[in-house]
């Protein structure tokens, strides 16, 4: 029987899905902000340094959420995956999971560590942060290039996550997608019990 729109038991709780949705959404924003920036031409008038403020005060805002999102996920554990789940989809979705928290982590340390070494202020919506580093080119440039290959990368496996999440709702009908979908109805569930008695 399908079990699209049933909102599973064994589920995350409000917050972790508000993160994640939240996460979703300003990261989806970044990398447009941040894949447009690099082709604005520089000059008296551009609108460059603006955007690229824009794209450094929401990486950084990013930053803190997926830190927050990484504690709460060690904090309130993650759901068991539905009985009848083969082991190498259990298997797939562990390794991917982690892949996006690794370039969840990257993305923002390397734009903040090139930042900090760049010749350029580091402003936070509009505050200028201080800087304790001397301009290193070289440090900037290792940054700029973790921090342009990471992103394509990133970019994979969101395609593919997404790919995954879309076959769960349409094909498999698991429940699996139910499981990051706002529980409107039981918002009890947002203390952040644990979903999986305390494993993660
Ligand atoms: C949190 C997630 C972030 C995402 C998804 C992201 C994404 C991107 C993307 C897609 C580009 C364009 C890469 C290219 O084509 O060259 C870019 C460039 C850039 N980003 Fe980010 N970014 C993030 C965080 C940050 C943070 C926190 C900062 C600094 C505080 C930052 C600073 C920059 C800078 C300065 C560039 C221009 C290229 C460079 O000099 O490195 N980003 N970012
Ligand atoms: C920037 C985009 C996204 C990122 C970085 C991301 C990241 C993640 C991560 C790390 C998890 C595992 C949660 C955990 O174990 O703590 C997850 C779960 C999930 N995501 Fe996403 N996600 C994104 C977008 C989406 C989109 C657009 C959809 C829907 C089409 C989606 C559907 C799901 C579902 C259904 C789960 C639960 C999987 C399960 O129960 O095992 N995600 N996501």
Request: charged letters at 15%; hydrophobic letters at 50%; one cysteine or more.
């Amino acid at each position: 029987m399908s079990k699209i729109g049933k909102k599973p038991i064994n589920s995350f709780n409000n917050t972790a899905i508000l993160l994640h949705w939240l996460v979703a959404f300003l990261l989806m924003v970044q990398f447009l902000i941040g894949l447009d920036m690099v082709d604005i031409p520089k000059g008296p008038d551009s609108p460059r340094p603006f955007w690229f403020n824009t794209h450094k005060s929401i990486g950084i805002v990013l930053g803190c959420l997926i830190l927050f999102r990484l504690y709460w996920r060690i904090r309130s554990g993650v759901p068991q995956s539905p009985a009848g789940t083969v082991s190498w989809e259990r298997i797939a979705a562990n390794i991917s999971h982690m892949l996006l928290y690794f370039c969840m982590f990257i993305m923002p340390v390397s734009g903040l560590v090139g930042s900090l070494f760049s010749k350029y202020d580091l402003l936070f919506l509009g505050i200028r942060i201080p800087k304790f580093f001397e301009h290193d080119a070289l440090i900037k440039e290792l940054m700029t290039n973790t921090h342009q290959w990471t992103a394509y990368i990133f970019l994979a496996i969101i395609s593919i996550h997404i790919l995954a999440a879309v076959k769960h709702l349409v094909i498999d009908c698991d429940g699996i997608f139910e499981r990051m979908m706002p529980n409107f109805t039981n918002l009890s569930n947002s203390s952040g019990e644990k979903t999986n008695g305390g494993k993660s």
